[in-house]
């Protein structure tokens, strides 16, 4: 009994020591980071242990700065918020995890997130399919261009000449454009998006059995290659039309970051973390898979020239069955979001009331045909018309991309014909093209982790508008580079501007010109991708409603099917002497087409943030939407509702006032 009040007074004395030390301390942290100008990066490197530094005694209050603080429920200093530190902290930078302030918006790097492993997942199935695509449609020109057998030793099968098979390619490129519509519909209302792509793939693996069949040496001389091609283009256009418009946005989707937030490094710079910037790295990834499978035309070229086409095109379907096999192995690691059904009819049906209203799409809302007077039935809230009007700007910017996509079919089709008629030094005149994934594979890396952080440490904007501008000139000069080339055939003996088609010649001396001439046009065609193909794919998804995705994928893609039609449109002129004409007038068209880019859409540069806001609005709302009546068929990694995305999206629901019936 004796001992106790000593050990009473011994803790006494020993919390009143205490008390004064983390007084003390609490206020020279807030303090003086104000009279010491410490810096963010400093203040966050400090350690605070319990009952030392960072917590504060539940005694009573502690005068912090001239400011009486309630200290009753203590906090780690390092999650008080910036007010509890007094007006003398109100400058405070905001903590690691937050949202940045506006001033640090300005001023902060902004760096990507850390990517999941399921986007580096999709990305090798599409490097599958891609090299696939690229496989088969590397040897086409010279398989329908040139006879078996040719007199002047290049490899071929069907004898069309270099109209008829730059018409069949266009073609191709057209219908593999086209069905990405169908692929869109089917993902977006029925099957979601990873359904599509794997029933699609067994469709596309169909086509390209049939063409290995059709491509053996004995079905070529029974005159069998011609309609198995054309059904092979049909088959497997439809095939990757399911996969291309669901691949893009299933790769993003696999990220699931939607607002800005600071981080500290370990060097102790502070950073923001950007969804918009880990979206454009997700897709220059994308781009550069894309490229490292398009390559396969450099073995594909070489083997149709050694061992036949139907061994070429016989490795694309062992490859595009390991694509598969991916897909397969993969699926419990996917971020699956189910389909929603009427989204597209709804959709289209707002767009219709926004039409019956000259054009104001504030018609379709809920809340404008309440305030006067409800005419229309609409089972949509207003953030789904906001996010059509979002939809509907990308649209607008992808109606210039026809153009962009009949100059870059050039290097699919035309290009390989003018390497034909030039010295190739024991080469295949197809396996040129492989210098445009080259530069991409070279570039990307340098854009990604040089230019584009340059420009950010900087504070220099260059926004989609922007880069998408700069592909369209990139695209002009090489077509320009294209008409210097071939010029330089003409006036090269020993044809001059009648290539392989003069006495002199026998029809088999080319033009006395190096091939190697021709790099620098594929070069710039690589660059042009750079900024205008993977902005495109990156501004189809971000400007999309979540629910929409793979629909306005597709939209963005259909432009390609134009640029084919367009491409099939100028085919006559694809003969000599008028190629020079046909490079100048596609240049002249392109620069063109740049500048009215630019003047019609520089002005979303400056709405480009605000616009993207609206896709963490339209996440809580498709999340609500799945609550509220899809919630057995929530969003999902490998079939199984994600629970922490369903509370987090009920909680958003319920203070937004989001919960509503499905659209």
């Known amino acids: 009994m004796a001992g106790k009040p000593t050990s009473r007074w011994f803790a006494s004395w ?14 020279y942290t807030a303090i003086e980071m104000n009279e010491r100008s410490v810096g963010p990066a400093e203040f966050h ?46 400058s405070l930078a905001s903590f690691e995890g937050d949202e940045p302030t506006e001033e640090e918006r300005h001023t902060l790097r902004k760096v990507s997130d ?62 593999c454009y086209v069905t990405p519509i169908l692929g ?41 290659a011609l309609g198995g091609i054309i059904v092979a283009m049909i088959v497997i256009g439809l095939g990757t039309g399911g996969i291309k418009s669901n691949v893009s946005p299933l790769i993003a989707e696999q990220y699931r970051g939607t607002k800005q937030t600071i981080k500290v490094l370990k060097s102790g710079e502070r950073v923001i973390v950007d969804p918009g910037v880990t979206i454009q790295r997700i897709y220059m990834i994308f781009y550069m898979c894309i490229n490292v499978g398009s390559l396969s035309s450099i073995a594909t070229t070489e083997m149709e020239q050694h061992t036949g086409f139907w061994t070429a095109y016989l490795l694309c379907f062992c490859l595009f069955l390991v694509g598969i096999a991916v897909l397969l192995a993969g699926k419990k ?50 953030l789904f018309v906001e996010e059509i009007e979002r939809a509907l700007v990308a649209c607008r910017v992808f109606v210039f991309y026809p153009i962009y996509w009949v100059v870059y ?50 504070g220099i904007p260059f926004r989609p508008i922007t880069r998408i501008t700069m592909g369209f000139v990139f695209a002009a000069l090489s077509m320009a580079y294209a008409a210097i080339v071939q010029h330089l055939i003409y006036i090269s003996p020993p ?23 021709q790099t620098p046009a594929y070069l710039l065609i690589g660059l042009s991708e750079i900024f205008a193909s993977i902005t495109g794919l990156e501004y189809a998804f971000t400007k999309a409603p979540p629910s929409m995705k793979s629909f306005v994928m597709s939209i963005f893609l259909l432009q390609s099917a134009f640029g084919s039609a367009l491409g099939i449109a100028l085919a006559p002129t694809a003969k000599d002497p008028k190629l020079v004409w046909m490079y100048t007038g596609l240049g002249i ?70 919960m509503k019936n499905p659209v």
């Open 495 to 517: 044809c001059y501007n009648a290539p392989l088609a003069c006495p002199a010649a026998n029809e088999t001396s080319p033009n006395q010109v190096h091939v190697a001439v």
């Open 184 to 224: 869109a519909i089917v993902s977006d209302q029925y099957l979601g998006k990873y359904n599509t792509i794997l029933y699609f793939s067994i469709v596309y693996s169909c086509g390209v059995l049939i063409l290995v069949c059709t491509a053996l040496p004995t079905a070529i001389e029974h005159g069998a």
């Open 333 to 382: 690691h996917y971020i699956v979001r189910p389909p929603r059904g009427s989204v597209i009819p709804n959709a289209f049906k707002a767009m219709w009331i926004g039409l019956r209203n000259k054009g104001n799409m504030e018609a379709a809302k809920p809340s404008y045909q309440e305030e006067y007077g409800r005419k229309y039935k609409t089972p949509w809230n207003d």
């Open 114 to 175: 850390k990517l999941p492993w399921s986007a580096f997942l999709v990305a090798m199935v599409e490097l599958c399919e891609r090299f696939t695509y690229y496989g088969l449609s590397g040897p086409f020109q010279n398989y329908i261009q040139n006879s078996y057998h040719d007199p002047n030793g290049l490899p071929g099968a069907i004898g069309l000449g270099e109209t008829g098979a730059t018409g069949l390619t266009d073609f191709f490129q057209f219908w």
């Open 45 to 90: 490197a400090l350690e605070v242990q319990p009952r030392k530094m960072s917590m504060m005694d539940a005694a009573g209050g502690t005068d912090i700065g001239g400011a009486e603080v309630d200290t009753t429920n203590a906090k780690p200093i390092a999650l008080m918020d910036k007010e509890a530190l007094g007006a003398e902290s109100s």
């Open 409 to 458: 079919s050039q290097m699919l089709n035309n290009f390989i014909s003018q390497a034909g008629v030039m010295e190739l030094h024991g080469i295949p005149n197809d396996i040129m093209q492989n210098i445009d994934p080259l530069t991409i594979i070279i570039f990307i890396p340098i854009m990604d982790r040089l230019v584009y952080p340059l420009f950010r440490k900087f």
């Open 14 to 27: 020993k919390r009143a020591i205490i008390d004064t030390f983390t007084s003390s301390s609490i206020k």
């Open 589 to 658: 068209a392109t620069i063109i087409t740049a500048g009215l880019f630019w003047i019609c859409f520089r002005k979303y540069n400056a709405t480009e943030e605000s616009m993207n806001a609206l896709e963490d609005k339209g996440e809580k709302a498709v999340m609500a939407d799945q609550i509220g009546g899809l919630g057995h068929r929530g969003m999902s990694v490998g079939g199984n509702t994600d629970a922490r995305d369903m509370e987090e999206a009920r909680g958003n629901a319920h203070s937004t006032g989001l």
